[in-house]
């Protein structure tokens, strides 16, 4: 199985501030990665795909980049309702693995 | 838009197979290139990827569950189902049903309890 790893696993941050996760994968996924948002007590709910392509409604301050086996999730200025919990994915091999999730909270 | 809703019995009885469905709503569960899976997660934990069907009804588990998994469509109601057996405490989670490699869109989620 493809392990993905999250960091940091949760982070306390201002309003305003810039906020950055990070995804490894154990091999290469050949940029099949998702972020997945999920506030407390809903599904979650797909942000970005392909590692950077935003889906439609989604705010411009979340972005994705990387390549290969190094992935980054970045809320360029945090707001209150992004308080959640976001998960990186991969769908480049079988059995499709999420992160363990990074837990984002407002300080 | 297509929509999923997750359906079937709250709880469960150790030993005892959980059987859930999921409707879609918006759009033909056969049409496009699309598979459905099914996901798991425990109170407080992650996001675990049971398996998926094809619009075909080819389908792919995850070998941590596959002894006791199978996805299953039917086309003429718009859903596909999962039945997962021999239960346990451990199999307690909220089950999401959702489309694509994407999982995208997700149902709403419905908790699936094990306990005699």
């Known amino acids: 199985d493809i392990q993905l790893t999250q960091s940091p696993s949760s982070l306390s941050a201002s309003v305003g501030d810039r906020v950055t996760i990070t995804c490894q994968a154990s091999q290469d996924i050949h940029n099949n990665l998702n972020w997945h948002q999920q506030k407390p007590g809903k599904a979650p709910k797909l942000l970005i795909h392909d590692v950077s392509n935003l889906e439609r409604g989604v705010p411009s301050r979340f972005s994705g980049s990387g390549s290969g086996t190094d992935f980054t999730f970045t809320i360029s200025s945090l707001q209150p309702e992004d308080i959640a919990t976001y998960y990186c994915?991969?769908?480049?091999?079988?059995?499709?693995?999420f992160g363990p999730g990074t837990k984002v909270e407002i300080k | 838009q297509v929509q999923l809703q997750e359906s079937g019995p709250g709880l469960v009885k150790p030993s005892q197979t959980l059987s859930l469905t999921c409707t879609v709503s918006?759009?033909?569960?056969?049409?496009?290139?699309?598979?459905w899976s099914w996901i798991r997660q425990p109170a407080g934990k992650g996001l675990e990827w049971i398996g998926r069907i094809y619009s075909s009804g080819g389908t792919n588990y995850n070998p941590s569950l596959k002894s006791r998994v199978t996805i299953s469509l039917d086309t003429s109601k718009n859903q596909f189902s999962l039945k997962l057996s021999s239960v346990t405490a451990a199999d307690t989670a909220v089950y999401y049903c959702?489309?694509?490699?994407?999982?995208?869109?997700w149902g709403q989620g419905t908790l699936v309890s094990v306990s005699s």
């Open positions: 959702t489309r694509g490699g994407r999982f995208d869109p």
């Open positions: 994915q991969q769908y480049d091999n079988l059995p499709f693995t």
């Open positions: 918006g759009g033909s569960i056969s049409s496009g290139n699309y598979y």
